[in-house]
């Protein structure tokens, strides 16, 4: 008999643990670099979204989540790495990052997908990862490149800009995105004075600058990182007077650059991946009440990603890996009932009786064949000291 109870004793632990378990979950981003300050933001919105689905009651029957933090870099791909396989190692179900393209490609490649764990980037946006060979474990809630080049270039066109200079980052996301956007400009008869790659990291890119003026244009694009240095491309351009309108790719939209220059980008242009839809509307209240700036680039994007990670965990009745990748475009797209920021315990409610669910979000969900998100545009100024949205493309 004390054996029975013993046995039984045993049997009631192991279930509720089983039933309570913590379930960890990565976030990688660059909380250090050329993008350190847009990423406190990014992560508290991941956060968020965690937050709600613990909270709920309702994920796989009362789990609740612990999140693993670690540092990108967002540009140190060995560093990247590294972090990558200490957050692995403390098992996490899956990881929402990373950030910037070539960071994010080097920890799918060699630390996610051997692994089998599922990435949901929320900014890596570099057309190279559409070919990925990542076994179907990688997604992204912020549109590619390919689209974003052809926004910004439309952008230039309605700004009757007819010929300008071009700066980029020297790495994949500069110059991927600097070659959709070159093939833009070209479909709109706009001529590119000169292109020119930038390392970050320097005190000073006078010399970069001197070059880019010297083939003149009516404005200078900058394909760079708002922290280092596109930052520090648009100061020499100032001091120099070499150029007083800019024409932004998205790596560079962000409060802080709008700190540091104001009325001087008065000039200026920028587009970057985001809605002004329904989802994004419900975000804005969402966020708000949680101290987050729902405006902040990839904010959506990366509650988004969150989202669909515990989303796609209930939809297979697991935290196992391979179950989550498994229901990622399942949740993601339709049919199903639409969900919006906000919604988690109703969507993990359907999935627990059956229901299918059509995650749309804060950024209007929709994926690719290959993961990619098919996304919008905004089309931002500088405007009272902050970035303003003029329309959606």
């Not at 008999?1 to 990688?28: D, P, Q, R, Y």
């Not at 098992?91 to 692994?115: K, Q």
């Not at 292109?195 to 880019?212: F, I, N, P, Q, R």
């Not at 419900?282 to 708000?288: L, M, T």
């Amino acid at each position: 008999m004390k054996k029975l109870f013993i046995a039984a004793f045993i049997f009631v632990s192991t279930f509720t643990t089983n039933i309570f378990a913590e379930v960890k979950m990565g976030i990688i981003l660059g909380f250090t670099g050329p993008i350190e300050s847009l990423t406190p933001a990014m992560a508290a919105s991941a956060e968020l979204a965690f937050k709600e689905a613990s909270d709920s009651g309702s994920l796989l029957g009362g789990e609740t989540i612990t999140v693993v933090r670690a540092d990108s870099t967002c540009v140190d791909s060995a560093a990247a790495t590294a972090a990558a396989e200490g957050v692995i190692a403390q098992g996490v179900a899956a990881i929402m990052g990373a950030d910037c393209s070539g960071v994010t490609g080097a920890i799918a490649s060699n630390v996610a997908v051997p692994n089998g764990v599922v990435m949901i980037s929320p900014s890596a946006t570099s057309p190279g990862l559409t070919e990925l060979a990542d076994k179907g474990l990688f997604f992204r809630t912020a549109p590619s490149d390919k689209r974003g080049g052809q926004v910004l270039a439309d952008a230039t066109k309605d700004k009757k800009i007819k010929n300008i200079a071009i700066t980029y980052t020297n790495n994949d996301y500069g110059k991927g995105l600097a070659d959709m956007y070159k093939i833009g400009l070209a479909s709109h008869g706009i001529k590119v004075t000169t292109e020119l790659a930038h390392e970050d990291g320097k005190a000073d890119y006078s010399s970069e600058v001197a070059t880019l003026a010297s083939a003149g244009g009516d404005a200078l694009a900058v394909l760079g990182y708002l922290d280092q240095g596109g930052k520090g491309i648009i100061q020499a351009a100032l001091d120099s007077g070499a150029f007083d309108t800019f024409v932004l790719g998205d790596g560079m939209v962000g409060q802080s650059l709008a700190d540091t220059f104001g009325k001087d980008l008065k000039k200026s242009i920028a587009t970057r991946p985001g809605s002004t839809g329904k989802g994004a509307q419900i975000f804005a209240k969402v966020a708000g009440a949680a101290n987050i700036d729902p405006d902040a680039p990839y904010t959506a994007s990366s509650y988004d990603a969150g989202a669909l990670l515990v989303l796609a965990m209930q939809a297979g009745g697991s935290a196992d890996r391979a179950s989550i990748a498994k229901n990622v475009m399942a949740v993601a797209n339709s049919p199903g009932t639409k969900i919006y920021p906000g919604e988690l315990k109703k969507g993990l409610d359907l999935l627990a009786k059956g229901k299918k669910i059509n995650y749309e979000g804060a950024s209007d969900v929709t994926f690719t064949k290959e993961g990619d998100a098919t996304g919008s545009f905004l089309e931002q100024v500088v405007k009272k000291g902050k970035f303003e949205t003029t329309k959606q493309r």
